[in-house]
């Protein structure tokens, strides 16, 4: 089990940049693949990126690839998500999870961060 808390969030304006940070307690960080999730207003929690134990692959969602690149220091327990060219539909709040064995599936009852608020302005 990993505690995540989730950082660096903020308004920015479309077109700009924000990069969250994850982290992560405990010594055996290095271990987990790691994902970021949203959630906007009256919607679904959303896939958005994740990244496997190693840092050697990711896989994005369709709308943010291109845009959003996730990477992790292992060093550091950190998780990060860097966004460029934001958008206004990209405003949600995002959280950090925590799964062993697969970067497809982070259990609802798993280990998930508080989440950090990201809004975008048009």
């Known amino acids: 089990q990993v505690q995540l808390v989730e950082s660096g969030g903020g308004l920015v304006q479309a077109g700009g940049s924000l990069r969250l940070s994850c982290a992560a307690s405990?010594?055996?960080?290095?271990?987990?693949?790691m994902g970021w999730f949203r959630q906007a207003p009256g919607k679904e929690r959303e896939f958005v990126a994740a990244?496997?134990?190693?840092?050697?692959?990711?896989r994005y969602a369709a709308s943010v690839k291109g845009r959003f690149t996730i990477s992790r220091d292992n060093a550091k327990n950190t998780v990060y998500l860097q966004m460029n060219s934001l958008k206004p539909e990209d405003t949600a709040v995002y959280y950090c999870a925590a799964a062993q064995g697969s970067t497809y599936y982070f259990p609802p009852s798993g280990d998930w961060g508080q989440g950090t608020q990201v809004t975008v302005s048009s």
């Open positions: 990244i496997n134990w190693s840092g050697g692959s990711t």
């Open positions: 405990g010594r055996t960080f290095s271990s987990y693949d």
